[in-house]
């Protein structure tokens, strides 16, 4: 059996006294598709920002590739988050070069990097904006090039945000087969949606949250690409 990429174990979150997550336990292996479910302040994004290392539990355990991802730089490099905030976009800059500098910060350079630019910017269909500037994309634009920021990598844990609410139909279909495409290819990748027919479209498995838990007895969405 393959080694989970993923690792929740009663994991908690709390802002103050207000719980995010309350002892959710969630694992994921490589192929897998996990959509989170739930509405506002579920905890979802709380989740995915356990899962990237940029929260830290207050109690039970979160391993990504075996280690903890807030304190492993070798675990965060293996991770690509797509959050959907364009401002974490540097705007002045074109496309090409938002990729080549977060590229430089996982490392990479030179023809790889370049050649890495090349097929992401293909794979979402950015391939044609590249020259521009971020700030004159359109709303699609900057969400796959977001996208292709967090793919340009080649994650094993792939996180997503709400990537798709801004793009157009033929868009969202080619980005959720390209999503599925790297699952194929052995990576984990967890999404959140609030569309049920993208979960479908999509998961292998869904895990419906409420109040900051795992709702029992949700169902599992077999899923394939829409």
């Avoid at 993208?198 to 409420?210: G, N, P």
């Amino acid at each position: 059996m393959s080694e989970p990429v993923f690792e929740l174990l009663s994991a908690g979150k709390r802002f103050g006294p207000v719980p995010a997550l309350a002892g959710v336990s969630l694992t994921g292996g490589p192929g897998e598709r996990v959509a989170l479910r739930g509405p506002n302040g579920s905890g979802k994004s709380t989740l995915l920002k356990l899962l990237a290392g940029l929260l830290v539990a207050d109690t039970g355990v979160v391993r990504v590739l075996g280690a903890p991802p807030a304190t492993a730089p070798r675990v965060r490099a293996r991770i690509g988050f797509c959050t959907g905030d364009e401002r974490s976009l540097l705007p002045r800059l074109s496309a090409a070069e938002n990729l080549r500098f977060f590229g430089a910060l996982y490392g990479l350079a030179g023809a790889d990097l370049r050649a890495r630019i090349d097929a992401v910017a293909g794979e979402v269909g950015l391939a044609a904006e590249l020259a521009r500037p971020a700030w004159s994309l359109s709303s699609g634009g900057r969400a796959k090039l977001l996208l292709a920021r967090a793919l340009l990598h080649s994650p094993r844990l792939i996180l997503v945000d709400e990537s798709t609410h801004a793009l157009d139909a033929a868009a969202t279909s080619t980005l959720r087969a390209r999503l599925c495409e790297r699952a194929a290819a052995g990576a984990c990748l967890v999404f959140v949606t609030h569309r049920e027919e993208e979960a479908r479209a999509i998961a292998t498995r869904t895990v419906e949250l409420a109040r900051g838990r795992v709702v029992p007895g949700a169902a599992a969405v077999r899923g394939g690409v829409a």
